[in-house]
């Protein structure tokens, strides 16, 4: 069983960071075949993929962020994070963290790319 559970989500100011994790269980961030990404949605559209971890250690970003997040893991404590920095308005939305246990895990991944998700956490970026 695969659970994910998003914290650190909240609201700041336009130029400010903040730091998502994803406390994850069912799923070891060490297997070769793992797929780790964060997406966000905001109201009216679906889920966009942000950022992608793979087992492999390779690492994807949207164009939107490149630069500014940073996708990351800790294996000891079996968490993903995302680091944001220089948060724009247009950043704000629910970040959701979503798995794959195996399978290509795609630079570019839509929601059905990934199996299991997280109840997702929401960021606010004021001007």
């Known amino acids: 069983q695969v659970q994910l559970v998003e914290s650190g989500g909240g609201s700041v100011q336009a130029g400010g960071s903040l730091r998502l994790s994803c406390a994850a269980s069912?799923?070891?961030?060490?297997?070769?075949?793992?797929?780790m990404a964060w997406f966000r949605q905001t109201p009216g559209n679906e889920r966009a993929g942000v950022a992608t971890?793979?087992?492999?250690?390779?690492?994807n970003y949207a164009d939107s962020v490149q630069g500014r997040f940073t996708i990351s893991t800790d294996n000891a404590k079996n968490t993903l994070y995302l680091e944001m920095n220089s948060l724009k308005p247009e950043d704000s939305g629910t970040y959701y963290c979503?798995?794959?246990?195996?399978?290509?895990?795609?630079?570019?991944?839509?929601?059905?790319?990934?199996?299991?998700w997280g109840k997702g956490t929401l960021v606010t970026i004021t001007s």
């Open positions: 979503a798995a794959r246990r195996s399978g290509y895990c795609y630079p570019d991944a839509k929601e059905y790319n990934m199996d299991y």
């Open positions: 069912g799923v070891t961030f060490s297997d070769s075949r793992i797929c």
């Open positions: 971890f793979a087992g492999s250690g390779k690492k």
